[in-house]
């Protein structure tokens, strides 16, 4: 809102200072200020009346220590990253970017299934929260109106670039020539980034197309999928990273940061010529929100970081990893989130190696047996004997390494 406000303050007043609103980085700077204002200010406001709503997390015993002493520890926290977030984007993004709304009602929306659950477990007394399979189909219908949209949508194009001997030529005529005259003209696409391959780039439509050329034109069907998968595997690891003290929101804050650099550059017409990635017109635009989100992740941090004075909850949990989801989709960085997210890869591959290997083995042996000490993989730390703050700062630090490998596969091919 106040984007327009200053163009139009600009456009007839020549209002000084106005047209820094037209500044992507001055736009972005403002929205993480702001974000990490409203967070960490009105962030001790929503625990107190939290607090007051009785709103207490119920801890299982697990025989963790200082499990005992988060007992009643305000939940449903994500509503301060949520706020944090929402507010700053509203001001000062455009609203009619395809890219914003898409992560606007990715927010609304998986803010909406995760604030249910958390209802569900405080105030109807049932632990289980929200049924698995609703949860599910939440994830999937998110995943249809993303994929759908980032597919069908005319906003929604990609610039190739032209053939190496095509941009010799050009650039032995005129060595000045303009970056955008390397590219080809927008166009509809369904070509991704896989990292650590030659050129980098894979189009979904293959996958059919060797069948017969004529099934490209089902090539959406494949995007919708991933988008689905995508977007409920990440929302799940980010909802079991949640387990102990600041591991979540910081681990998130560290992914999101990656993104937005990817987001900047692939939007950017000038850096997606010198790095020969794939240049996505108006997806530069997504740099506000994701700045408005890492400082909310920050601010939350202030209060979330051990001792915790609030839990995020599903509220929280469920929203990141499908706000960190479509901004890859959005980015065509989906496929490099093995690398990226490898915390929240490793989190959902301990619970799955736990639960099929005790299964396995009590069928076999009619006794379970464990891999880990505990799943998810944070509290086989923890039953180790590691503080859980010990644990969080080495799982940030692997997450620092992990968000470089995934910047340098920027050259990497």
């Known amino acids: 809102m106040l984007y327009y406000l200053f ?28 974000s990490l204002l409203i967070s960490t200010i009105y962030g001790k406001r929503i625990i107190r009346f939290l607090l007051k709503q009785q709103v207490g997390e119920t801890i299982r015993d697990l025989g963790l220590d200082g499990q005992k002493e988060k007992a009643g520890t305000p939940t449903m926290g994500g509503i301060i990253i949520i706020l944090a977030t929402l507010i700053p984007v509203l001001l000062l993004a455009k609203l009619e970017n395809i890219y914003i709304i898409l992560l606007l009602v990715t ?12 209802y569900i477990k405080k105030f109807k007394n049932d632990k289980e929260g929200l049924k698995g399979r609703f949860k599910v189909l939440g994830q999937i219908g998110l995943g249809i109106i993303v994929g759908a949209t980032l597919f069908f949508h005319q906003d929604v194009t990609m610039k190739e670039k032209l053939p190496i001997e095509q941009q010799r030529v050009l650039l032995a005529e005129n060595p000045d020539i303009e970056a955008s005259k390397l590219f080809k003209d927008e166009v509809k696409s369904t070509k991704t980034t896989i990292p650590f391959i030659k050129g ?15 099934l490209e034109k089902y090539a959406w069907v494949i995007f919708i999928l991933v988008a689905i998968f995508i977007i409920t595997a990440v929302s799940n690891g980010a909802n079991l990273t949640d387990g102990i003290d600041g591991l979540a929101a910081g681990t998130s804050a560290i992914i999101v940061l990656t993104l937005g650099i990817f987001a900047w550059v692939s939007g950017n017409i000038i850096f997606s010529e010198y790095l020969n990635i794939m240049y996505i017109p108006m997806v530069e635009e997504i740099t506000i929100y994701i700045a408005a989100f890492v400082g909310a992740l920050i601010g939350f941090l202030w209060y979330n970081t051990f001792p915790a004075q609030v839990f995020m909850g599903d509220t929280g949990s469920l929203t990141i990893g499908g706000i960190i989801a479509v901004i890859a989709i959005a980015v065509r960085k989906e496929w490099l989130i093995p690398v990226l997210c490898g915390i929240f890869l490793a989190e959902n591959l301990s619970v799955v190696m736990q639960v099929g290997w005790f299964k396995y083995t009590k069928k076999k042996y009619g006794e379970g047996r464990r891999i880990f000490k505990m799943s998810p993989l944070h509290h086989h730390y923890q039953k180790l004997g590691y503080h859980e703050s010990k644990i969080v700062t080495r799982f940030w630090i692997v997450g620092i390494l992990l968000a470089i490998l995934s910047i340098v596969t920027l050259k990497i091919r």
Request: charged share 20%.
């Open 107 to 118: 927010t609304v929306w998986m803010g909406t299934i995760g604030f249910i659950d958390d």
């Open 7 to 34: 163009e139009y303050l600009e456009k007839q007043f020549q209002l000084p200072g106005a047209t820094l609103f037209g500044f992507l980085t001055f736009r972005a700077a403002l929205a993480m200020i702001l």
């Open 200 to 214: 980098n780039e894979f189009d979904y439509a293959k996958v059919i197309t060797w069948i017969s050329p004529d």
